[in-house]
């Protein structure tokens, strides 16, 4: 396979093993230079991506982790190595599709004002667990124009060094924010109708799904906080949802049975008529029903994590990385 030498790769990840020795595998002459950011594995994976002729950059262990760090790391090390246009971006937990770099560099060059394309990312075991299915459905995201994108994504290297590439402070919801950055300065996003990445999120337990939803609520809270006063008023819906739903309706309820009696408690049945009404909206089949179910469960950790947030920042502490895996 013949790589156009102004694309490259940046791959990041930590301790995933089988996994990343299959992304690089599927990266690898595809495009002409590969990057691989390790943040501390002990897994072997700095061998393994050696050994496959890839420049390997090993994170300072006195710098707390972040994804943004670590892409941007790998980003200054790619432009070391040569000029690069455009930079696949993929963490060490999925694996490239075929044709997904042909197609998304061709609408790259085609529309000029795009600074970032990126497909269909799915899960590879969807079956194993409902948290897994859960995590392809919210990869499936609406074809054409977008607000934002995920992990995997292929983009313009001029448009990220436009706006100083991701924010490294941030433990979740770098994408989203850069994403919000790029559109300020009149760049476009853009999800094509076609296959990316395969995922393998690798959850099998309730725990897993909680601490992930969890760091969603902090990035809901986060990203708010930064850009929700602007224009696209981001992530500040899902901040309030989270909020109402998780942590003030609780306590209202608990407020109302204290000062009204138990009956009050009857309050509670507005959490399984909002998944009704959600589960019917869906088609009222098994998926529709998991979706709706765990959509109204996760507001409690979103709420969680939007409280830490904002908890941390009162405090003047910046909060470490929430991992599930």
Same mark, same amino acid.
């Given at each position: ?16 093993? /089988? ?29 393994? $991506? ?8 090993? &994170? ?6 972040? @994804?943004? #760090? ?6 200054? $090390?790619? =432009? ?9 971006? !993929?963490?060490?937990?999925?694996? &490239? ?11 790259? !060059? ?42 995997? $994504? ?5 448009? %990220? ?8 402070? %941030? ?6 924010? =850069? ?16 296959? *990316?990445? =395969?995922?393998?999120?690798? *959850? ?39 909020? @109402? ?11 109302? @049975? ?14 399984? @008529? ?11 089949? #098994? ?15 979103? /709420? &969680?994590?939007?409280?830490? +947030? ?11 990385? !929430?991992? +599930?895996?």
């Amino acid at each position: 396979m013949s790589a156009d030498p102004h694309i490259g790769a940046v791959v990041i990840g930590r301790n995933e093993g /089988a996994r990343l020795i299959r992304c690089l595998d599927s990266v690898l002459g595809r495009v002409a230079h590969v990057v691989y950011v390790d943040s501390g594995s002990s897994d072997g994976s700095i061998d393994a $991506a050696r050994a496959r002729g890839v420049t390997v950059i090993e &994170l300072d262990l006195d710098t707390p982790f972040t @994804a943004a #760090r670590a892409r941007n790391a790998g980003l200054e $090390a790619l =432009l070391s190595l040569a000029h690069v246009d455009h930079v696949q971006f !993929i963490d060490g937990d999925c694996e &490239l599709r075929e044709g997904w770099i042909e197609t998304a560099h061709a609408f790259l !060059i085609s529309a000029d004002d795009v600074a970032v394309a990126f497909g269909r990312r799915r899960e590879r075991f969807p079956e194993a667990s409902v948290y897994n299915r859960l995590c392809d459905w919210e990869w499936d995201t609406p074809i054409g124009e977008s607000g934002a994108c995920g992990g995997d $994504a292929l983009m313009r290297v001029s448009a %990220l060094q436009e706006v100083d590439g991701f924010n490294p402070g %941030l433990i979740a919801g770098e994408e989203p924010d =850069l994403c919000v950055r790029l559109r300020g300065r009149g760049w476009r996003i853009w999800r094509l109708d076609h296959e *990316m990445t =395969l995922h393998d999120a690798a *959850m099998s337990r309730f725990g897993q799904w909680w601490k992930r939803t969890r760091r969603a609520g902090h990035a809901f809270a986060e990203g708010a906080a930064m850009h929700g006063a602007g224009p696209t008023g981001h992530w500040r819906r899902e901040t309030r949802k989270a909020l @109402a739903w998780g942590a003030v309706l609780p306590a209202a309820i608990l407020i109302a @049975a204290i000062a009204l009696g138990p009956v009050a408690l009857l309050a509670v049945l507005i959490y399984p @008529a909002q998944i009704l009404r959600l589960a019917i909206r869906e088609g009222l089949d #098994r998926t529709a029903w998991e979706r709706a179910f765990f959509l109204v469960l996760g507001k409690f950790p979103e /709420a &969680l994590g939007a409280l830490s +947030y904002w908890r941390g920042r009162l405090l003047g502490r910046r909060r470490g990385l !929430i991992e +599930y895996k």
